[in-house]
């Protein structure tokens, strides 16, 4: 499901423990760092997209998390043409994003990165809020920025 601009929407996930620290996960068979994300199917709402996505890529469940805040707008972000797969036709120019802020509320080993058959992610770590953006893939680096410096007011104050 691509707009007429050329954006397939998605849903980013940012899952902070008590601390206010991430969760970053690391592509399968890559030594790329990201937030969980997926695209929002024909008759989905955002927020189911953001459940569903959050089972498939780290295995939580709805009762394992509690939504802090949302992003008010989509955010986009352009995929180089080198990036591109089957999407590329069609007009496809790159994704456009609701991010979620969440809080962790089941255990550490809730997460299962293998709650579905074709797993996006084979590590992940927890990592400050601020994180280095240079780790984060160059085309993605202003989405992520933007989502981050939205979603900080939705912080608590860490627990001790």
Known sequence: MIDRDGYRPNVGIIITNDSNQVFWGKRVRQHAWQFPQGGIQHGETPEQAMY????????????HVKILGRTRDWMRYEVPQSWSKRESRGGYRGQKQIWFLLRLVGRECDVCLRACPHPE?????????????????????????????????YLPAPNK
Do not use: S
């Open 121 to 153: 992610f084979d590590a992940w770590r927890w990592n400050d809020y601020w994180l280095d953006i240079g780790a984060v893939i160059e085309f993605k680096r202003e989405v992520y920025t933007k989502a981050l410096n939205e979603l900080v007011r």
């Open 52 to 63: 569903r996505e959050l089972h498939e890529e780290v295995g939580l469940m709805p009762e």
